[in-house]
């Protein structure tokens, strides 16, 4: 069995969606909302099994069936010649009793640079929330001549998921 290389990441500050500020220069995106009470287990393991994004419509090839650091994500959206690949790599991931989730950041061939975390916590309180982190950079020209437009596809996509996992978490 040969040895698995990780792939770098195309950006510096890897890992800074996990805790603390996002870092300055970058296009900022952190989008919060309260899930269901009890639904703590459901929803980690929708965001960590990929469910959350598959449910959102968002084709996922995974070389693993739960996000761990080194996983290579390769995310599409679209159709046919029209679907946009996104190869990512899963750079950090937790699962404990509070707080389970992971961040990607993107690869070569990806049309940005930067990262995003998917996190389900437990406050004190009992409230279940999850949120989406991130910071990010066009890396392609389509991506710069999206302006305006790709920023606001990014917070819409942040509230999509986050209604997504709202809904997984409503279904018994």
């Known amino acids: 069995m040969g040895v698995r290389t990780v792939p770098e990441p195309t950006y510096p500050d890897v890992g800074a969606t996990r805790a603390g500020p996002l870092p300055p220069g970058w296009r900022h995106v ?11 287990p459901a929803a980690s393991d929708a965001v960590l099994g990929w469910r959350l994004h598959r449910s959102a419509g968002i084709r996922i090839e995974a070389d693993a069936p739960r996000a761990a650091p080194g996983v290579r994500v390769v995310s599409g959206l679209g ?5 946009l690949a996104a ?15 992971f961040g990607y950041g ?16 437990r406050d004190d309180a009992g409230a279940v929330w999850f949120e989406v982190r ?4 066009p890396d392609r020209w389509s991506m710069r001549a ?8 990014q917070h819409g996509y942040a509230w999509w998921l986050g209604r997504t996992l709202r ?6």
């Open 146 to 153: 999206a302006g305006p437009v790709g920023r606001a596809f």
């Open 167 to 172: 809904r997984l978490c409503a279904r018994p």
């Open 87 to 101: 190869p990512c790599v899963v750079v950090w991931a937790e699962d404990d009793d509070r707080r389970a989730g």
């Open 134 to 137: 991130a910071f990010s950079r």
């Open 30 to 40: 952190r989008h919060r909302v309260r899930l269901p009470d009890g639904c703590f």
């Open 106 to 121: 993107t690869l070569p061939g990806h049309p940005a640079r930067g990262e995003e975390a998917f996190v389900v916590t």
């Open 79 to 83: 159709v046919g010649p029209l679907r």
